[in-house]
Each structure stands twice: as structure tokens, then as C-alpha cells.
């Protein structure tokens, strides 16, 4: 009878032991999943911080850019047309042949009508709501053909579908990479042509990029930890889940691809 009633306490005391055990383990695994759960908290708080941090740097960026775009176009497209024009006004005071006044009065109204255009489409640019509700197909369109009015080199546009499927939050740092995609060639590459293709999805937005310049060594450019552009580049890159490639070579130009994931 005694033995009985040790085996009774001894599987109690078994018993016991293993519950505390899963007791303990419970407690672990629950201070663990807290841990977790705390640490995933921080993470998505600082992404979004970060997320934030870098779309107000690429709107300030963006604005910067268009600030320096309008300045340019200011003092080569507009002075210029009205210089024009203050010349034709001038040779028609002093003119006497009729014939020659009518022809320089009808060259100053095309003169004042393309002026008229010009303003008109850096009013449109200096629009403060323009970087909240952008569409990237025309913002583009509009830096491409101001880089068309500079004749620095050839470059051509090739847009297919639109941008519904990207959220607007993201089309700002895109902006901004295209932007900067572009600042690269027109400081660094040395091209005669260039082409960029804008291709929209259901899934994703695909930008190419080709120039025939001087090209770079892109790796000896990551051994030297990037240099401040592309470091910039490649993070809001991953910033936004997208993908960017370049594929360059000394004196063979660059080739550009870069993915981004429609909503």
C-alpha cells in the first residue's frame, strides 16, 4: 500500500513539474513573441519615418530642380523671345519701308504667341500641386522636351499605358529618380543620344534608359562604397520595393532598368 501511494506522489510530483515546465516555457515564448512583436513595431515605425524623411527630401529635391529648370528657361527660351521681339519692335520704329514693318510685325505676333505659350507652361510648372498629384507620363514628357530645347544631345520619350496602378506617395521619389537619372547624363555622360521607354502594367512600371556616352566602371564605383547619387539611387530604390540595374562600360555608354511595383 505504502509503495502505491509513493508512485501516486511521485507521478503528482511529475506532473507537476512538467506543467511548470510548459508554464515556464509558455512564459518564455510569450515574453519571446512580445519581444518580436515590440521589435517589428520599431521596424515598421522607423520605415515609415525613413519612408517620410525621404519623400520630403524628394519633394524639396524635386522643387529645387524645377526652380533651376525655370531659371534656365527664363534666361535661354524667354529672355530670348523677348529679346526678339524688343528687336522687332525697334527695327519697325525705324523702318520705312511698309513692307518690311508688316513682315516684322507679323514675325513679332508669332513671336509673342510662342512667348505667351512658354509662360503659360512654366506657370503650369511652377503649380504647387503638381508634386502631390503627379502623373509621372507628363512630368517626364515636360523634362524630356526642355532637354529637347537645350539640344545637348538627341534624346527621344516612348510611353505605354499610364501610371493608375502606382500610389501617389511613391511617384514623388519616382519622379525624383528619374530626375536624377537624367541630371547624371546630362552632367556626366557626355551622349549624343539618349532613350528613355515609360512602360505601365497591371503589375509594374518599367523605365529604360540608354545613352551612348562615356560611360563608368560601376564596379570599381561600388568598391569606393557609391558615390553619393547612386547610393541615393539605389536606396530610394529599395525604398519604394523597386529594382534598379546599370549596365555601363568605359566608352560604350549606359543602360538603365529600373522596376517598380504597381499598388
Known amino acids: 500500500m505504502q509503495p502505491h501511494k509513493e508512485q501516486i506522489i511521485a507521478v503528482i510530483v511529475a506532473i507537476a513539474i512538467i506543467l511548470l515546465f510548459i508554464g515556464i516555457l509558455f512564459i518564455i515564448m510569450l515574453f519571446y513573441y512580445q519581444q518580436k512583436k515590440r521589435k517589428a513595431k520599431i521596424e515598421k515605425e522607423n520605415y515609415i519615418n525613413k519612408f517620410n524623411q525621404q519623400l520630403l527630401q524628394a519633394q524639396v529635391e524635386a522643387q529645387e530642380q524645377i526652380r533651376l529648370d525655370i531659371g534656365e528657361e527664363l534666361h535661354d527660351n524667354i529672355g530670348a523671345l523677348s529679346s526678339l521681339i524688343k528687336i522687332n ?30 509662360v503659360k507652361q512654366l506657370a503650369k510648372t511652377l503649380n504647387t500641386n503638381k508634386l502631390h498629384q503627379l502623373n509621372i507620363a507628363e512630368v517626364i514628357t515636360e523634362d524630356i522636351s526642355r532637354l529637347q530645347r537645350m539640344q545637348l544631345f538627341n534624346i527621344s520619350l516612348e510611353i505605354n499605358g499610364d501610371d493608375n496602378n502606382i500610389a501617389n506617395d511613391k511617384k514623388i521619389i519616382l519622379y525624383r529618380i528619374c530626375q536624377e537619372l537624367l541630371h547624371n547624363i546630362v552632367k556626366h555622360a557626355n551622349a549624343k543620344n539618349v532613350l528613355m521607354q515609360l512602360t505601365f502594367t497591371q503589375q509594374h512600371l518599367h523605365i529604360f534608359l540608354q545613352d551612348d556616352g562615356e560611360g563608368f566602371d560601376l564596379l570599381e564605383a561600388k568598391q569606393k562604397k557609391l558615390s553619393t547619387g547612386l547610393l541615393n539611387l539605389y536606396n530610394r530604390t529599395q525604398l519604394i520595393g523597386g529594382t534598379l540595374t ?18
Open 246 to 263: 546599370i549596365d555601363s562600360q568605359i566608352g560604350k555608354g549606359t543602360i538603365t532598368n529600373f522596376y517598380i511595383p504597381a499598388n
Open 89 to 118: 519692335l525697334s527695327l519697325i520704329t525705324m523702318s520705312e519701308d511698309e513692307n518690311k514693318k508688316n513682315d516684322l510685325l507679323q514675325d513679332s505676333k508669332l513671336l509673342i504667341g510662342k512667348l505667351i505659350t512658354d
